[in-house]
Structure formats: C-alpha cells, structure tokens
C-alpha cells in the first residue's frame, strides 16, 4: 500500500505527507485538493470487475466485468444470483461517461461551499473532514468529503440523493491503485415514493490498466449460429437393439 501511495503522490506532483503533528489550516487543504484533482492522471484504458448487491424493491446479486477506453464501454455479466452464466451477457456502449470517475463526482469551490469540520484517523494517516454544500440544487449532492492528508485526494465522499422516485444518501470510497485514483466501493439506503426501503451496495476489484484494447472489444458479439436439430432417426421395431 505505501508503495502504491508514493507512485501516486509522484503522479500527482504531491509533496511528501506531512506527519500527523502537522495538520494544515483548511484554505491550504483546500487549495492542495483543487491542485491535486487537476493533476490526477486518467487512463487510456482500463479493466475491472464489479459486484453489486441490491436489497429492498428488487433482490439480487450480479458479478461484472468491463472494459473502459475513453467513451467506449463493454459490460459482460458474469454471475447472476450466484450462478455462473454459461455465456457472459455483453452490453456495449458508446459515448459513456464513466459516472464513478472521481473527476465526475468529486465537489470543486466552483459548485460548493466547504465548511471545515476537523479530522480523523484513517489507516495508518489521518484525513481532513469537510461539509459540503452544493451551490445549486441537484438530484445529486455530496454532503461531505474526506480528503487523504497525503495526496489530498478525496477518499470518502458521502452523499444525498433526491429525485427519480427516491430520496436517501450513501457513501463512495476512493483509493489508489498504481498510478490512479480509483472508486472501491459504494453503497447507498433509500426511501421509495412507493414507501420501500431500498439498499445497494457496489465493490470494485481486479483493476488493471493495459496500453489499449482491441477496437473488436467494443464491437457487439455475433450471435451463435442457430442449433438445428438432427433429424430423428425411427428404427423398426426387428431392427431395434435388445434391451
């Protein structure tokens, strides 16, 4: 884990950590932070898979894996409910943002207003703990963001949902993995207009970060050629074979 931190800090152009005896006042914080998301690096491509949970309206139990390059997306199911599917279910998609890239979800002082709430220990460092507000009003808003006292990056995002027939709140977690700043896990309570009680929760494992993929990755599979039956073969009944 140290070695993956100090391949990130050199990739965001971080300075070394400070020690816990030295917290920083939040304006410095803030402005490591905005500097730090500006300099995270993305990649070209990437690989990973993905296991979701969903109690409440609907039960079930789904394990994914997917290929990302820019805007481009391949899904492939790979267990349903526990059980293996025999051919992965492939979606393909184009023109996706990635909803779960931190740049995507992360609140900057342009959209929010931070509000200094102390720190915590978190592992063997500590994080700078900050309210959030969001300027104007959305379906999604973050309502508090831990910021890692090494890379100034977020690490816990906690957040509030409002809207689509639902209202509720959950958490996203980051970390580092080589180079990137990645989603771990992600999970999520809410009410239902329908006045259900809904839980998912999302565990991302398995990241690999090649130079490229095959543009074939993207392409839709061919459908397997139609099974047609051998035809049925009546025996007599003097040349049937002995029981």
Not at 7 to 34: D, K, N
Not at 39 to 67: C, W
Not at 73 to 89: K, S, Y
């Amino acid at each position: 884990m140290r070695l993956a931190y100090v391949a990130l800090l050199a990739a965001v152009g971080a300075v070394l950590p400070p020690t816990e005896t030295e917290v920083l006042v939040p304006s410095t914080v803030l402005a490591r932070y905005v500097t730090s998301l500006a300099k995270l690096r993305h990649p070209k491509a990437i690989t990973f898979d993905y296991s979701v949970e969903q109690l409440g309206l609907r039960n079930m139990e789904q394990t994914h894996h997917v290929y990302r390059s820019g805007l481009a997306e391949r899904d492939e199911t790979l267990i349903v409910d526990g059980q293996q599917l025999p051919l992965p279910a492939v979606r393909i998609l184009s023109n996706r943002t990635y909803r779960y890239d931190i740049g995507a979800v992360a609140p900057t002082p342009a959209t929010y207003a931070f509000s200094y709430a102390g720190t915590v220990v978190a592992g063997d460092g500590f994080g700078y703990v900050f309210r959030t507000e969001r300027r104007a009003p959305a379906a999604f808003a973050v309502s508090e963001i831990q910021i890692d006292s090494r890379t100034y990056l977020p690490s816990i995002l906690r957040f509030k949902i409002a809207g689509y027939g639902a209202r509720g709140s959950g958490e996203l977690l980051y970390g580092p993995s080589e180079a990137y700043w990645v989603v771990r896990q992600a999970q999520v309570n809410a009410h239902l207009t329908s006045g259900a009680l809904a839980h998912e929760r999302i565990t991302w494992s398995n990241y690999q970060f090649p130079p490229s993929l095959p543009r074939s990755t993207f392409e839709a599979p061919r459908p397997l050629p139609a099974i047609v039956p051998a035809p049925s073969v009546t025996t007599t009944p003097e040349l049937q074979p002995p029981p």
